[in-house]
């Protein structure tokens, strides 16, 4: 940990058209900053994030994922320094060399942040692309960059140029501080650019290195089509290591898993899948289509078209078609389809009848029940929590629990069926 790393962050990001800051956008399950953030961390224990607009927002929902002992946040004179240059400005690295970062890139790496670690004044990122339209070209003579020439001032020759500016840098952070009030806004924009010191590292006659990088790794994103295929390469990366892991996916494809997520031992993941949140799965079966956020299955099998809500831990339980779990602790349990089991524990050996639900909340609190071990729960069954059905008891079909029930009996509380003869014709008028 021998940088300085400054993450960029105070942009409005006015072409994603959306009242939540540009850094805020999520790429699997977690905010764009948070990324620049993460692969940070592993290469430095100084870290500023420069923030501007809407510093507040930003702030707290980054702070949730890190202690605030590991950033430093600070906000940028906007209304005298803006740009990329003037939020650079006033901060104060710990080390000798200081690392620039944009906190639009959510696909960055720390290992490729690594290979800036060269002896040069400014080393800049560098990206070789077949067509390099709309980027500012590097020219780079005997292995150091010369200028940098924008499209826009480009002429015949250097528009041929297909090396072009990914937009980070590592400055010497003696020459970065020396350098910074010599920016000045003399442009259309009236901005104060980062980019002006390499201007002045050429005319010091100082060393200026260019870094090739992975255009993927160093992807920008702008709109929402940015976003949209920025978080399909991190969803790959996502899957493709679990799978290299031993992990099955059916149609990886079509499965969405969040940053967060673990997948442990003989795993099957079928098409359709989402695992959301702190999902963790361990020798697990999850059929198509269903949906597991931040809770634990273990030597479980869900689904198809299952839903295990946050809070949940499943051990050696089955759970069907159109079951849904909230806050339950399920061991060894089956059911096989058609049931709302929230608020609960149930032990081993329970079978739950289709149609069955746990009536947790009151329209006020939401109350737990207790279920014991080998109890029959018959279809279409209403557990009023609070309640407690101890070991080895029957539940009849459509009953209605209101009251604990102790061990070895059996419950049933539906009305007599009634029969009224010839009904149907007097009904419909027919005989």
Do not use: W
Request: hydrophobic share 40%.
């Amino acid at each position: 940990m021998n940088k300085s790393i400054i993450i960029l962050a105070a942009g409005a990001g006015t072409r994603m058209k959306s009242t939540l800051p540009k850094v805020l956008h999520k790429i699997s399950g977690k905010p764009m900053l948070y990324y620049s953030i993460k692969e940070a961390l592993k290469i430095s224990d100084d870290i500023t994030v420069v923030l501007y607009h809407q510093a507040k927002l930003v702030e707290e929902s980054i702070k949730k994922y890190f202690s605030k002992d590991n950033i430093n946040f600070v906000i940028q004179d906007h209304e005298n320094y803006p740009g990329t240059g003037g939020a650079v400005m006033g901060i104060k690295p710990k080390y000798e060399k200081t690392l620039v970062l944009n906190a639009d890139m959510p696909l960055i790496q720390a290992n490729e942040l690594e290979k800036f670690d060269l002896e040069a004044t400014i080393v800049m990122s560098v990206l070789k692309l077949e067509d390099a339209s709309g980027y500012g070209r590097v020219v780079i003579e005997n292995g150091n960059v010369k200028r940098i020439v924008e499209q826009k001032d480009a002429n015949e020759n250097e528009l041929k140029i297909t090396t072009a500016n990914a937009g980070i840098y590592q400055f010497d952070t003696k020459f970065l501080l020396e350098n910074l009030p010599k920016l000045t806004n003399s442009n259309a924009q009236k901005e104060y650019y980062i980019t002006d010191l390499i201007e002045f590292a050429i005319s010091q006659k100082r060393d200026l290195k260019p870094i090739f990088v992975s255009e993927e790794n160093f992807k920008g994103v702008n709109s929402k089509v940015d976003l949209a295929l920025a978080e399909v390469i991190h969803q790959n990366r996502i899957k493709n290591e679990f799978m290299s892991n031993g992990v099955i996916m059916r149609l990886p494809e079509t499965i969405y898993i969040e940053e967060g997520v673990k997948i442990e031992g003989e795993s099957i993941i079928e098409n359709g899948v989402s695992l959301l949140s702190n999902a963790i799965i361990i020798n697990s079966h999850v059929k198509t289509n269903s949906i597991v956020e931040d809770s634990i299955l273990e030597d479980s099998d869900i689904g198809p078209m299952a839903r295990v809500r946050p809070g949940s831990h499943l051990k050696g339980t089955h759970l069907g078609n159109f079951v849904e779990a909230k806050k339950a602790k399920l061991n060894g349990v089956k059911a096989g389809h058609l049931s709302y089991l929230g608020d609960c524990e149930i032990d081993e050996g329970t079978n739950v009848g289709a149609g069955c639900i746990t009536c947790n909340y009151d329209g006020v609190n939401k109350h737990k029940t207790i279920i014991g071990k080998n109890v029959f729960i018959g279809s279409d069954c209403q557990l009023v929590a609070p309640v407690t059905i101890e070991d080895n008891v029957l539940l009849a079909a459509g009953t209605c629990v209101t009251k604990d029930i102790p061990s070895g009996n059996l419950a049933i509380n539906r009305a007599p069926m009634k029969l009224v003869k010839n009904f149907y014709y007097k009904f419909f008028g027919k005989e």
